[in-house]
Structure formats: structure tokens, C-alpha cells
């Protein structure tokens, strides 16, 4: 049982379109972060958010924290080939150090 | 400065032989970490060092797999002797501290591609 469940798995759109990936659990996390992962290369990390119902905001890319900590979402404004990548959600549940990751939307943008 | 590095960057052997993985983190960089990730899934971690301390092995399959940080720097991970099943991507990654907060930051090299024939 993933304690991260991201959804959808595989996102396939054409550039210009906007989507949103999400992340849920049934666990509060006392944080959550976001990572792009390219072919042949670790997770870059992208975000931290740490407070419920937290909003950040990175170029064209909107984090949203859940209210109780337990969900989160990415937004893609006018995606662009340059998105493309397997997206990581991972957090720290409260009172434990170790991060956990979710299994990953890989997202493609179609010129 | 210089990231996270790993070496090899792949790695095919036939099954029972033994493989060794190495990583040097970042410089200043007390923490390690040695992750497992699957194909179309995400890292899963197998050791936490702090210096040359294991602080979390629990998802370490201790009859196969070893690790070893001498000196609190570069780290080498082991599997003696592989299956099948090992043949994933091995991520090492590194952070200032594990205690929260910015410094506990991870940054990840780009990996060990093993293939297990």
C-alpha cells in the first residue's frame, strides 16, 4: 500500500493546455515537497510547503498544501515541452524524519 | 559548486555476482542517503547516515546489502550476491542535516542503473 498516492499516473498533453497532478493521503504530514525527475538523472526538488493550505507559486507552476496536511496539487499553466518529467511528491509524516515519496505522474508535453 | 556524484553510472551483471556502488555528497554535507528506486516508481530509502553514524537501515535487506561511510564522507553501497529483483536505479543523496528546516534540504545524484541478468 503506497502512503502516497499520486493520480494520474500518466499524463499525456499537448503544449499550451493547462493540467493539475495530485498527491493524497490518509497520514498529516508535517511537510511536502514536490520534485521533477528527468531520464537518467536524481529528483530536483521544486518546492516545500509546510503549512496547511499553503500556496507557492513558481513561474508557471501553482503548489497548493491541503488544509489538514494530508493532500496536495500541482498546476501547470500553459504547459511547455520543457515540463516533461516524471513528477515525485514526497513528505515527512509528522514526528518522523524520513521522507516518503509517492510513485510518480510522468507528464508529457506534446509540441 | 559540484553536486551529488555517483559511480557507475550503470551497472550489468549476471545474478549471484556482487556489485558495489559509490557516492561522494556534497561537500559540508553531514547527511547521506542511499535510495532504491524501481522502474515507475518512486525512491524508497534504504539508509540514512549522519556522518559516519546508520541512523535508519530499517529498510535495508541486511543478508545482501551492506553500506559503509568511512570517514563521514563518500559512502559505498553493496549487494553480495544479486537477484533479479535488485536490478533498479540506486539514488544517493545528501543534505546538510536531517533535523528540518531548510538545511535538511536532499539533494540527489543522478544514479546507478543496475541491471540483474
Known amino acids: 500500500t503506497q502512503l502516497l498516492e499520486q493520480s494520474p499516473q500518466f499524463l499525456s498533453i499537448q503544449e499550451g493546455e493547462n493540467l493539475t497532478v495530485y498527491c493524497n493521503s490518509s497520514?498529516?504530514?508535517?511537510?511536502l515537497q514536490w520534485y521533477r525527475q528527468e531520464p537518467g538523472e536524481g529528483p530536483v526538488l521544486l518546492v516545500t510547503?509546510?503549512?496547511?493550505?499553503e500556496v507557492k507559486k513558481l513561474k508557471r507552476l501553482t503548489f497548493q498544501f491541503g488544509d489538514a496536511r494530508k493532500d496536495s496539487s500541482l498546476h501547470i499553466t500553459a504547459a511547455q515541452p520543457g515540463d516533461t518529467g516524471l513528477y515525485l511528491c514526497?513528505?515527512?509524516?509528522?514526528?518522523?524524519?524520513?521522507?516518503?515519496f509517492g510513485q510518480g505522474t510522468r507528464l508529457t508535453i506534446n509540441p | 559548486e559540484a553536486g551529488v556524484v555517483q559511480s557507475p553510472r550503470y551497472k550489468i551483471i549476471e545474478k549471484k555476482q556482487p556489485v558495489a556502488f559509490w557516492c561522494n555528497p556534497i561537500?559540508?554535507?553531514?547527511?547521506l542517503y542511499w535510495y532504491r528506486q524501481n522502474l515507475g516508481q518512486g525512491p524508497e530509502l534504504l539508509i540514512r547516515?549522519?556522518?559516519?553514524?546508520?541512523?535508519?537501515d530499517s529498510q535495508l535487506p541486511k543478508d545482501r546489502f551492506s553500506a559503509e561511510r568511512l570517514k563521514g564522507v563518500d559512502s559505498t553501497l553493496k549487494i553480495q550476491p544479486a537477484e533479479l529483483g535488485d536490478s533498479a536505479v540506486y539514488l544517493c543523496?545528501?543534505?546538510?542535516?536531517?533535523?528540518?528546516?531548510?538545511?535538511?534540504?536532499?539533494?540527489f545524484g543522478p544514479g546507478t542503473r543496475l541491471t540483474v541478468l
Open positions: 543523496a545528501s543534505s546538510l542535516t536531517a533535523t528540518g528546516g531548510w538545511a535538511d534540504t536532499q539533494y
Open positions: 497520514s498529516v504530514f508535517s511537510s
Open positions: 510547503v509546510v503549512t496547511g493550505g
Open positions: 514526497a513528505g515527512k509524516i509528522q514526528g518522523a524524519q524520513k521522507l516518503v
Open positions: 561537500s559540508g554535507h553531514n547527511t
Open positions: 547516515y549522519e556522518n559516519e553514524e546508520a541512523v535508519d
